[in-house]
């Protein structure tokens, strides 16, 4: 960088008067590695545990245990994990957060409005940035930044906005940015997840137990004031309302915790071996704060979970899979869009191929006429 430049911002083409304002939508999830192979594995993991948001103990010592420990070891050990899940077309996460960004802006399309609806992941490709850059470019003057993620924790939802401050950071006509913190208890989200469950239960019977796992933080943050675990806890409530379930018929649970530090409790997997060996015969486990099918559901519960739980002596285990491209689901996530983009013109710039297409495609993908 020259030591004259004047300006941190680069530059930009000129204003131009009377642009019509374009509407986007960005659907943020975390991130997953591009393959499941360890150098990816690393990468990934390098970004995510060196984000401060994640991990917060002092610098010097975390990038010590990071570097040193940490990323020798645990890229082998997950690449294996994610190979396990892997799907032809890629993550299980990119897979289905890609599918629902493209049936939700064919909903809305369906609905009339006319947004532009992009996906993007806070770690790994494709970066918050990158699509920042390509909205903008494309003349967007509106953007929706939409967490994936139901229950507000800084851990998550902080840092995906903190991406978005610091690409705004450097730019000099920055849109208008408006951000959804949460939906850990909006009515359609539960109202989805609750036909979900209502679905397995019709065609499998139901369970003795319903155990309600939900992704772990360091029980530090809930000193600190994260508000994650309330959420959590408030999301269970409604849903165990509309299941109609009694105290003794379901159970809140945390998984996939990291390190040796106190995690909320109690933990997912113990909980499992406690009930199996407790004599339940079958659990049905439905993994709420995760709005797509991933690494931690479909292996850490649907296969280590699983077996943990028969090996204690339980029966039979059934995973309910997470919302993914349900319909309902997608319905709650376009009311909720909706919701979020009151008073910024959806209608505007009218551009005929591309709503022709997006109709076309959420025609195809079952959306109603
Ligand atoms: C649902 C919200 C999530 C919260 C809250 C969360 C907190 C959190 N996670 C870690 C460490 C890891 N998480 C990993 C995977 C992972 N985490 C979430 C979501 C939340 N994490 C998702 C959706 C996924 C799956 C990604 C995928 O590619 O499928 C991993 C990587 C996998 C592994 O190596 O085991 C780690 C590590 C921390 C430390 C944390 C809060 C402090
Ligand atoms: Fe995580
Ligand atoms: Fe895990």
Redesign the pocket.
């Known amino acids: 960088m020259s030591f004259f430049k004047l300006s941190p911002f680069a530059p930009e083409p000129p204003f131009r008067h009377g642009q019509v304002p374009r509407t986007a939508v960005l659907y943020c999830?975390?991130?997953?590695?591009d393959t499941p192979t360890t150098p990816d594995?690393r990468r990934f993991?390098s970004e995510?545990?060196s984000d401060p948001r994640?991990?917060e103990i002092p610098r010097l010592l975390w990038l010590l245990i990071l570097h040193g420990i940490i990323l020798r070891v645990?890229p082998a050990k997950?690449a294996a994990?994610?190979a396990s899940v892997w799907l032809p077309e890629g993550?299980?996460?990119k897979v289905w957060t890609e599918k629902q960004a493209k049936l939700l802006q064919g909903w809305l399309a369906q609905r009339g409005h006319q947004v532009q609806v992009r996906y993007a992941m806070r770690y790994g490709s494709t970066s918050i940035a990158e699509q920042l850059d390509a909205l903008k470019a494309a003349g967007t003057t509106r953007v929706l930044i939409l967490p994936a993620?139901p229950q507000y924790?800084a851990?998550?939802t902080a840092s995906l906005f903190d991406a978005v401050y610091a690409w705004a950071g450097q730019v000099r006509a920055i849109p208008e940015l408006r951000f959804v913190n949460h939906y850990h208890d909006d009515a359609r989200y539960i109202a989805a997840l609750t036909m979900s469950i209502q679905r397995h239960w019709k065609s499998h019977g139901r369970p003795d137990q319903l155990v309600m796992s939900f992704?772990g933080?360091?029980e530090r943050?809930l000193q600190l004031g994260d508000p994650?675990h309330c959420e959590c806890r408030k999301t269970a409530r409604l849903l165990a309302e509309q299941l109609g379930l009694s105290q003794e018929q379901f159970k809140v649970t945390y998984q996939?915790r990291?390190g040796r530090a106190r995690w909320l409790q109690p933990y997912t997997e113990p909980s499992l071996i406690a009930m199996g060996k407790a004599g339940v015969k079958r659990v049905d486990v439905v993994c709420p704060?995760?709005t797509s099918d991933?690494?931690?559901t479909l292996e850490e519960i649907n296969m280590e979970g699983r077996a943990a739980f028969l090996q204690a002596g339980g029966k039979e285990f059934h995973f309910i899979p997470c919302l993914n491209d349900d319909p309902e689901w997608i319905t709650a996530l376009c009311d909720i869009t909706q919701q979020h983009l009151a008073g910024w013109p959806t209608q505007a710039a009218p551009d005929a191929p591309q709503l022709a297409a997006s109709r076309a495609a959420a025609l195809a993908l079952g959306a109603k006429q």
């Open positions: 999830n975390l991130g997953t590695p594995v993991l995510f545990l994640v991990v645990r997950s994990k994610y993550s299980p996460l993620y924790s851990t998550t992704h933080v360091p943050t994650y996939s990291l704060a995760f991933c690494l931690e």
